[in-house]
């Protein structure tokens, strides 16, 4: 042992480095090693940590790690933060530490590395007895931050004292704490959050900005709308709002327990939907009805400016439950749809053709609209969304006629490791782009601001998909001028000049 370690003193290639690390280990002796946690050299001493973390008989000791924590060596730091988020058992010993942390004022970066860091033993029950508190009753970066860890480390099920955490931000006067407190009411099981689901509604009537109570509606299920809240969720699906407000109405009413007259308004609504907000709609009518509201909806859907983005085998799942006459007349509907993606083609050489006149300023004006909604998900330098690829540079390696294909037919080729994946679990299916993965959760982006976190115990098959969370049907939502200018910017979205 003192061998291998004075050979990691003395040498800076990484393949040696682990060579001899993981000699270490496979000697299997800790004594000896634990020498070298008093060296000189951050190296070897780092060495000696993770050797000793590693070998069967696991010499390693809460005491050897947790003062690293904030040791101001970025080397030592790094490899204690690796080996504690490893030991979820050690949460009891940290609960003093991470109490400060959350209460200090730091850097955005540093806290969300705090955050992380937590997630890692909110198994603890000293942990999650923290995070309630927190979350109930610390400073506002306090109850931020604790509310996103339960948002992405839910145990099933949550403590109860977890969701009278959630049920008490929800309800405080801070909207930055209300925000974080439904993205963490979204995470838990139905079974467990009767009180939070009345929270939520009760948020939603509230007086809190727009964003707040349309988000808290739309995390909320089996709500009963009275004439003016369906009145006001409703006319957040004007293409004029702002894309995540339009996309949370439009969850809020597919979720909700809507009136035969309410279904009725809606259905006529669905002719104005955006591409993203049609297929969410649909599922307000999932429950079905009779022949007059059938009727109302397939008369919507053909007229519908946004009708390309849905899937026939969306249509057909949710005229399931209506009469056998509306799901024939439903053919005429269905045929069309097919014939519109059959011409696909034909329709994007005619678009290519009459690109004219494309302006690149007025063209970062549409990617940036609401209307458009690119930014949502897109990044170009360093503004934008991460769910889907990086256009900084899409000028350099996409010919005109990819781009307008990828804006108006985004289903008909994906971009690798964008690929969109279905997620089928006893209750629902869901289609997205897996943002982040734990052991024990799933991120998946459905949508441009919408995301779903599902638990891998309740995952019951992951498959390919085959339709894009971007919606199409933007060729309808854009003028031929706004697209001409739209793909301007695109190709001129290069290195340097052109």
């Known amino acids: ?105 730091m850097p955005e970066d540093k806290r969300a590395a705090m955050e992380k860091q937590l997630g890692a033993f909110a198994s603890d029950a000293a942990i999650q007895g923290l995070l309630a508190q927190q979350a109930s009753a610390g400073g506002v970066q306090a109850r931020v931050s604790a509310l996103n860890v339960m948002a992405a480390h839910p145990p099933k099920p949550a403590p109860t004292a977890w969701t009278a955490g959630i049920v008490s931000a929800l309800g405080a006067g801070n909207a930055d704490v209300q925000r974080a407190a439904v993205a963490a009411a979204r995470s838990l099981d139905k079974d467990d959050a009767a009180a939070v689901q009345a929270a939520l509604g009760k948020l939603g009537r509230s007086s809190a900005p727009a964003d707040v109570r349309l988000a808290a509606l739309s995390a909320a299920s089996g709500q009963t ?45 669905l002719k104005e939907a955006g591409p993203m907000e049609l297929p969410v709609l649909l599922e307000a009518f999932a429950q079905g009805g009779d022949a007059a509201l059938g009727a109302k ?45 059959a011409s ?81 679990t006893p209750d629902d299916i869901f289609n997205g782009v897996i943002v982040d993965e734990t052991e024990n959760m799933m991120l998946l982006a459905t949508g441009a601001k919408s995301e779903e976190r599902i638990a891998r115990a309740s995952i019951e098959d992951v498959r390919p998909g085959t339709v894009s969370i971007m919606p199409s049907g933007l060729k309808d939502e854009l003028s031929p001028q706004e697209l001409s200018d739209l793909i301007a910017f695109l190709k001129n979205a290069r290195r340097g000049p052109n």
């Open 225 to 269: 709308f009275d004439a003016s809240l369906f009145d006001y969720v409703r006319a957040n699906l004007s293409t004029d709002r702002p894309i995540a407000d339009r996309a949370n109405a439009a969850r809020a009413l597919a979720h909700a327990n809507l009136t035969a007259e309410q279904q009725l308004t809606l259905a006529d609504s």
């Open 1 to 105: 042992m003192p061998a291998l370690l004075d050979a990691i003193s003395t040498t800076e290639d990484p393949a040696l480095l682990h060579s001899l690390t993981f000699a270490m280990i496979e000697i299997d002796d800790p004594a000896p090693v634990r020498a070298g946690l008093t060296s000189p050299s951050p190296q070897v001493r780092r060495a000696a940590l993770i050797a000793l973390d590693q070998m069967h008989s696991s010499g390693i000791r809460s005491n050897d790690v947790l003062p690293l924590l904030s040791s101001s060596e970025p080397l030592m730091q790094e490899t204690a933060n690796w080996i504690a988020v490893r030991h979820a058992d050690w949460g009891g010993q940290l609960a003093g530490r991470f109490r400060g942390l959350l209460n200090q004022s």
């Open 297 to 341: 909806l397939l008369a919507s859907l053909g007229d519908a400016k946004a009708r390309s983005s849905l899937r026939p085998d969306l249509i057909e799942t949710t005229l399931e439950k209506f009469p056998a006459e509306v799901q024939q007349k439903s053919e005429e509907l269905l045929a069309s749809l097919d014939e519109a993606r």
């Open 344 to 424: 696909q083609r034909a329709e994007l050489d005619t678009l290519v053709a009459n690109l004219h006149g494309g302006d690149i300023r007025r063209g970062q004006s549409v990617f940036n609209s609401e209307k458009a909604g690119c930014s949502s998900c897109h990044r170009i330098g360093y503004l934008g969304g991460r769910i889907g690829p990086d256009l900084t540079r899409i000028g350099e390696i996409r010919e005109e006629k990819d781009l307008v294909e990828a804006v108006v037919f985004p289903s008909a080729s994906f971009v690798r490791s964008f690929e969109p994946v279905v997620v089928e």
